[in-house]
């Protein structure tokens, strides 16, 4: 429980930073997706979109091994042993459903943050970069 | 073309949603260039803006000098790409190098990247 908070909280400071620290996705379109973009993508898309994260977690998980430099990526791939691709789509949906008025959380904070808690985490709707 | 791509994509999901395995575990489920070259372009999109959205919060994270290496290859990478080109980049790659549908996407994409960490970030 205390691990889930922690998670969470960082989670909620990660968007925090990234709403004022203008990284590289700032010019590149890469930017954070959030509720309006998940709703207008299709579930492969969904999918596609949860897949890229899994994956560079895998990554960079046998990348760092044992230096813990990857706390995000750790957090997800541990949380991946409890819920399928197809749960977390699932779960993001209904978050977005259920909190109509936090379109602009990001979805991978969502996803990371083990849904409705977003107050406890620190990131304000609209104020996550979009 | 795109019922292809979304087969794939609907495989993947009813295997996860079957299997209850970690993604971490899986390394047969590391993307690489056999699904790859069947998906539209909406997914290699989303695709991509996953690993970007997940490398700039673990960049984020790691705070300066502490960054996970992946990650920051990643977003220094989108740093003088575009979403488009690193598909455009990757699409070429398995075209030019079919013998390779093997390696994953993300060590296509991370190429600069997997030269400064290599012995683990190579697929198993």
């Given at each position: 429980?205390?691990?889930?908070?922690?998670?969470?909280?960082?989670?909620?400071?990660?968007?925090?930073?990234?709403?004022?620290?203008?990284?590289?996705?700032d010019?590149?379109?890469?930017?954070?997706?959030?509720?309006?973009?998940?709703?207008?993508?299709?579930?492969?898309?969904?999918?596609?979109y949860?897949?890229?994260?899994?994956?560079?977690?895998?990554?960079?998980?046998?990348?760092?091994?044992?230096?813990?430099?990857?706390?995000?990526?750790?957090?997800?791939?541990?949380?991946?042993?409890a819920?399928?691709?197809?749960?977390?789509?699932?779960?993001?949906?209904?978050?977005?459903?259920?909190?109509?008025?936090?379109?602009g959380?990001?979805?991978?904070?969502?996803?990371?943050?083990?849904?409705?808690k977003?107050?406890?985490?620190?990131?304000?709707?609209?104020?996550?970069?979009? | 073309?795109?019922?292809?791509?979304?087969?794939?994509?609907?495989?993947?999901?009813?295997?996860?949603?079957?299997?209850?395995s970690?993604?971490?575990?899986?390394?047969g489920?590391?993307?690489?260039?056999?699904?790859?070259?069947d998906?539209?372009?909406?997914?290699?999109?989303?695709?991509?803006k996953?690993?970007?959205?997940?490398?700039?919060?673990?960049?984020?994270?790691?705070?300066?000098g502490?960054?996970?290496?992946?990650?920051?290859?990643?977003?220094?990478?989108?740093?003088t790409?575009?979403?488009?080109?690193v598909?455009?980049?990757?699409d070429?790659?398995?075209?030019?190098?079919?013998?390779?549908?093997?390696?994953?996407?993300?060590?296509?994409?991370?190429?600069?990247?997997?030269?400064?960490?290599?012995?683990?970030?190579e697929?198993?």
């Amino acid at each position: 429980m205390m691990r889930a908070a922690a998670i969470l909280f960082v989670v909620g400071l990660m968007a925090g930073a990234l709403a004022t620290a203008a990284p590289a996705v700032d010019t590149n379109q890469a930017f954070l997706w959030n509720g309006v973009h998940w709703q207008q993508v299709t579930m492969e898309g969904k999918a596609g979109y949860i897949f890229g994260i899994g994956n560079l977690a895998d990554y960079e998980i046998a990348a760092s091994k044992g230096r813990k430099l990857a706390c995000i990526s750790g957090a997800f791939v541990d949380d991946l042993k409890a819920r399928t691709v197809m749960q977390i789509i699932q779960e993001v949906d209904r978050y977005y459903q259920d909190n109509p008025g936090k379109l602009g959380t990001p979805v991978i904070e969502v996803v990371l943050g083990q849904l409705p808690k977003p107050s406890a985490a620190g990131a304000q709707p609209g104020t996550t970069k979009k | 073309m795109k019922f292809r791509g979304s087969a794939w994509v609907s495989v993947l999901v009813m295997l996860f949603a079957l299997g209850t395995s970690a993604l971490a575990a899986e390394k047969g489920f590391l993307w690489d260039g056999t699904q790859w070259k069947d998906m539209t372009m909406d997914i290699k999109v989303a695709y991509v803006k996953g690993i970007g959205n997940m490398a700039d919060f673990e960049n984020a994270a790691g705070g300066a000098g502490r960054a996970a290496c992946i990650s920051k290859g990643f977003v220094d990478e989108l740093k003088t790409k575009t979403i488009a080109q690193v598909i455009t980049e990757v699409d070429k790659f398995y075209k030019e190098n079919p013998a390779k549908l093997d390696l994953p996407v993300v060590a296509v994409i991370l190429q600069r990247c997997t030269k400064l960490c290599p012995p683990a970030a190579e697929k198993k």
